[in-house]
Structure formats: structure tokens, C-alpha cells
């Protein structure tokens, strides 16, 4: 019965939004529940529906300021591109003042990474692996103090239940006592946004390198990056028709602390793999995921605390780390590894023999990785 009603209600709303929103479906509940009085505020109907709603919507947050869309702009492939006082390098949270450790990823072509496999230290979400899936995942950004600030899983069910659209849809898909058991709820509420997340928004796979219309000078950083002596496919693997540039292990690079953002977040040294809490062995200590570089020239700045403003600096770090070679940034020589331990990477990176030309080469070559829609964003 519930259900029947639920469907005759979605299709009434549905015939109401496209006049009013000029045939939109894509408006956010926040906005369409001031203009609808009615019950149902917003077209949903499917999980991945449900998610792109509670994806964006701020309501989730303790000061109702932020949602994950926040920190991982549709518009501008998943990241974050709010003004904060560390040049993007980390993100501020619900409170406006709260500095995080890590630089926000794009979320994009996150739902192609495996699930953390603790025998071969590969795959899970974070750039710690800490999060198993994208399900797993979703439930943390809620509860984190430096994000949306929510005491606990329950505060978040209740603020999804004042939105009759959530509750009716949520009792659809996932049964109408959903809402009995909280665990139950949450994983639901995770489960929407991690289906939501896994849809062509996000991995639309239509760069020039996917649609085989990359310039010369990406052509020749593309035989460069392949080539036995730049190798940057040992790790960001390029194989297969979608490849996703990253083989999902995780590696320390010998990478310098990013100290303007120590200085205003206070924190310690950030551990990487080591601070998962799964992992103990000293030897992972410092090792930070391998990064998928699709739409990487659109996501400034770089590496997992955003220490890197340009893309071409990456690049001559890993051509000049060991060879006494500048800080394009500081001018200064590359400073000092952050986490210094005996695993930093020495194969394929810090000593490559590549020209000012050739790393303007590989650079047009990550720029090719950008989707269609984010082709404009290239700086
Ligand atoms: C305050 C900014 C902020 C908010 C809000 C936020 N995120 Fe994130 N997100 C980050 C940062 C920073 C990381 C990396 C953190 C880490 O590795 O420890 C991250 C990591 C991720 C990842 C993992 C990507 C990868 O490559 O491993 C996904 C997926 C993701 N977020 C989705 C979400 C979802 C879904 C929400 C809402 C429930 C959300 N985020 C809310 C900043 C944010
Ligand atoms: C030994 C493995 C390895 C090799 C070889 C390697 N990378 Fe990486 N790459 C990584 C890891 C690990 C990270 C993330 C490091 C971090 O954040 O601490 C990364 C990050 C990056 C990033 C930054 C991504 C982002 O969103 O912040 C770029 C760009 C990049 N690599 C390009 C290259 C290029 C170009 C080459 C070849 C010249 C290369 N990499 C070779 C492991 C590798």
C-alpha cells in the first residue's frame, strides 16, 4: 500500500518539478522544500537518486553549512575549491575554522578502486586504505569532528527524517522498518551515496586520451610515461581501455611536510598507511595510496597534503628529488622528506634525465586525462 501511494505521489511530483524547474530533476531538496509545501519535496526513486540528494545536502551537517559535495565540487571533478588560508592544500570544516591533514581527493573514479586488501597493503578508500568501500567510507565524513561535525549515526538518521522524500524513499528501497534498527539506517544512508558515486557523473571515461584525440606533445609525454626509463606506469598502471592510472598500492615518495598548514592545523606527522588502523609494520610508515591521475590537471594542488601547487612541479620532483635539483615553488632545494625512513621510493623516482621539454611533455599528457566537461578547468 505504502509503496503504491509512494509511487503515485513521485510521479505527481515529478509532473510538478518539470514545470516548475523548466523540466530539471537535478534540484536540491533544501531549495524545492521552500517552493513545495506538499510531502514530497523532490524527485527520487532510485538509490542513486537518494544518494546525489544526501550528497549534497547541507541539512547533514551540525551547523546544516556543509555536505560531502562541499569538499567534492560536481562542477569541478569531486575536489575542493573553497577559499581556506592554505591555498585549497586541505579543507576547512562545518565550523569554518577547523583545518583537516589531507588534501580532498576527487571522488571521481573512486568506485573502480578494490576494496582494502590487507594481505597485499592495496585498494579501500582514503588515502590510507582505512575505509574499506565507498560504503564503508561515506559513514566517516558525517562523524568527523573536522568535517560535518555530527555527535553520532543517529543525529544523522534523525536529520534524514525530516525530509519526508528521504523517509518515504529510504522505506522503498530498503524496507519499511529501515528505520528500526540504526546501524540498518546509517549503511543504508551509505549505501545511497556510495551508488550515487558509482555512476557515469563521476567516470564518464571521455578524455582526449579515452577518445584517442591527444595532441602531439601528449602523445610524446604518453610514450614518455610509458617508456622503461620514466616508468611512472609501475605505479599509475595505464593498461586496459579504462585505465585508471593507478595500480592501488601504496608507496612513500619522500615528499616534504606541507609546513604552512602544520603551522595553522598544529597537527603531528601524518603516518599514511601506518595510521590505519589495521596496519602496524614500521616498513609502511609515511606510504600514502597511489593517486588515480584522471582529471588530475583540474585537481591543484598535489600529493596527499596538497605540498604541490603546479603540476609540473610534481613532475620534476620525480625527475630532480636525488639529483640536487629546485623547488620551482620556493626556489629552494627540494626540503626534506617528512616521513624519513628507509622505504622511501628510489626505483623510477628522483633521478629520470628528463629535459625541461620532456616534462612539458608529460604534462600535456596528464592534461589529456581530463574529462570533456572539466576540459575548461585546465589552468
Ligand atoms: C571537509 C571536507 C570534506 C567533506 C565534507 C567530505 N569529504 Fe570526502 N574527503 C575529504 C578528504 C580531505 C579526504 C581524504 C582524507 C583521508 O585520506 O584521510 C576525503 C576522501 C574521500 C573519498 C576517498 C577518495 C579516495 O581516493 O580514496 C571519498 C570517496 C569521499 N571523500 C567521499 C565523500 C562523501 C561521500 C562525503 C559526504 C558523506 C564526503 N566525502 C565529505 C574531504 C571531505
Ligand atoms: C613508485 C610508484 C610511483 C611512480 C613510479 C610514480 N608515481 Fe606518481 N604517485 C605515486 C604515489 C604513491 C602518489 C601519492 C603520493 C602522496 O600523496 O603521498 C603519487 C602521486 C602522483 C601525482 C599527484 C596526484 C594528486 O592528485 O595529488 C601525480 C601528478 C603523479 N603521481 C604523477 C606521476 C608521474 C608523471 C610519474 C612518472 C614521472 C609518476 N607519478 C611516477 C606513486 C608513483
Not at 582514503?126 to 573536522?146: C, H, I, S, W, Y
Not at 617508456?227 to 592510472?245: E, I, K, P, T
Not at 593517486?291 to 596538497?306: D, E, F, I
Request: proline letters at 3%.
Amino acid at each position: 500500500m505504502q509503496n503504491k501511494y509512494l509511487k503515485y505521489n513521485l510521479l505527481s511530483m515529478s509532473v510538478i518539478l518539470f514545470t516548475a524547474c523548466g523540466g530539471s530533476s537535478e534540484t536540491d531538496t533544501t531549495s524545492t522544500e521552500t517552493t513545495q509545501s506538499s510531502t514530497v519535496s523532490v524527485v527520487i526513486s532510485t538509490k542513486e537518486e537518494l544518494g546525489e540528494s544526501l550528497f549534497s545536502d547541507t541539512s547533514l551537517s551540525l551547523t546544516r553549512t556543509m555536505s560531502c559535495a562541499t569538499c567534492h565540487d560536481p562542477l569541478h571533478a569531486f575536489i575542493d575549491t573553497r577559499a581556506n588560508g592554505v591555498n585549497g592544500a586541505v579543507s576547512l570544516g562545518d565550523d569554518g575554522s577547523s583545518l583537516g591533514d589531507r588534501n580532498s581527493p576527487m571522488a571521481s573514479y573512486a568506485s573502480f578502486t578494490p576494496s582494502f586488501d590487507l594481505t597485499n597493503l592495496s585498494g579501500g578508500q582514503f588515502l590510507d586504505g582505512r575505509a574499506l568501500d565507498l560504503t564503508e567510507q561515506a559513514k566517516g565524513p558525517f562523524l568527523n569532528p573536522v568535517e560535518m561535525q555530527m555527535p553520532d549515526e543517529s543525529s544523522v538518521i534523525d536529520r534524514v527524517r525530516e525530509n519526508d522524500s528521504y523517509v518515504a524513499t529510504m522505506e522503498s528501497l530498503y524496507g519499511e522498518t529501515i528505520f528500526d534498527d540504526t546501524d540498518s539506517a546509517y549503511t543504508a544512508i551509505a549505501d545511497a551515496i556510495a551508488a550515487f558515486e558509482s555512476t557515469a557523473a563521476f567516470s564518464p571515461f571521455d578524455s582526449d586520451f579515452d577518445t584517442n584525440t591527444m595532441s602531439a606533445a601528449a602523445i610524446r609525454g604518453r610514450d614518455l610515461f610509458r617508456s622503461r626509463r620514466v616508468n611512472c606506469v609501475r605505479c599509475h598502471d595505464d593498461r586496459g581501455d579504462n585505465a585508471l592510472f593507478t595500480n592501488f598500492t601504496y608507496e612513500n615518495l619522500g615528499l616534504p611536510a606541507n609546513t604552512n598548514v602544520r603551522s595553522q592545523n598544529g597537527h603531528g606527522l601524518d603516518h599514511g598507511l601506518l595510521d590505519n588502523p589495521d596496519v602496524s609494520a614500521q616498513t609502511e610508515d609515511g606510504k600514502f595510496k597511489v593517486n588515480s591521475l584522471r582529471n588530475v590537471a583540474v585537481t591543484a594542488p598535489y600529493m596527499h597534503n596538497g605540498v604541490f601547487q603546479d603540476l609540473k612541479t610534481v613532475v620534476h620532483f620525480y625527475n630532480t628529488r636525488d639529483t640536487g635539483g629546485i623547488n620551482p615553488e620556493t626556489g629552494s632545494a627540494w626540503e626534506a622528506a617528512e616521513i624519513n625512513r628507509p622505504n622511501i621510493v628510489t626505483n623510477d623516482v628522483g633521478n629520470l634525465g628528463l629535459s625541461d621539454a620532456e616534462e612539458d611533455d608529460i604534462v600535456a599528457f596528464l592534461e589529456a586525462l581530463t574529462d570533456a566537461k572539466y576540459k575548461d578547468l585546465i589552468p
